[in-house]
């Protein structure tokens, strides 16, 4: 069923759900010209506070990947914050929230307008978005038939819209074919990532993970759990290009993403990952990734950014 919400941020302002519409003839819409961001805000019961996690670090990307498409952002970092807190708090939500800041091409001639040729626009939205059951459970997965778009086409490692092609084909081969949420090799074949998420897996008790020149999306996530791993959990983690037939024997596995978050991969191609069950390692880690995006570990608060505290300061300045 199509998601939808109260409101959605158009252009500077707040626009009711259904006003929120871009014309045919854009470049967005005709070629998927954008690029995005996918980001988390976590509500803390505790402090009655919504945390948006990592933004500066989204915000950041969003920019990488709008001059590596040679897009121009017509707003600074601070009114982009500001109109994310200003949705999320419109929509009034009280439980995770996944938003989605989006930088597009209005109306150009043919596709090769240089930056200031075309007008770019920006939009949010924002949903209600909790804990899947499979982040409990874990998935089932494979290896796609499809291979991850190679950096020397498109650029894989920044969320440019049009990449999703890539992902949702994948996606939806595999289910077809009785999985959850497949692995991409790249076109070198070894693992790059799944369709919206980093892999990970355990082996002898290290934390491995294809490194940033696999052809993966330069994953924030991905980045928390190598820090938190060996800060936290003093784990050897290692950034190194990992064979497939590797995914049959490893310890562990798991995705990791704003999206899914850590998501325990319990087979691939019909092999057992470990006992068949989420494994140890992934689940402290899983445990720690929560708390922490949720405001309980004082050290990694520097990550969070109040949505209500903000505006309430906002409003009594
Ligand atoms: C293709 C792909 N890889 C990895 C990720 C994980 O990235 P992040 O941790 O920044 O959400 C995503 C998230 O949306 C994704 O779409």
Redesign the pocket.
Known sequence: MAKSAPFAWMNGSLVPWEQATLHIATECVLRGENVFE?ERAYWSEEEQELFMFRHAE?IA?LRQGAKIMRMTIPYTDAEIEAACIELIRACGYRGSVHFRPVVYFDQGELTDYLPEEIRTGMFILAFSKPTTKAVHQGVRSCVSTWRRNSDLASP?RI?AGS??HN?RLAYIDARLNGFQIPILLNEAGKVA??????FMMVRGGKLITPPVTAD???????D?LIELARAELGLEVIERDVDRTELYICDEAFF?????EVTPIVSVDHYDVGDGKPGPLTRRIQSLYFDVVSGRVPRYRHWLTPVYGAAKAQAAE
């Open positions: 996918g989204h990307r894989s969320k990449n999703y992902s990532e799944g369709p919206g998420a980093c993966i999306l330069e994953s924030i996530t991905r928390t990791c993403g704003s999206g899914h």
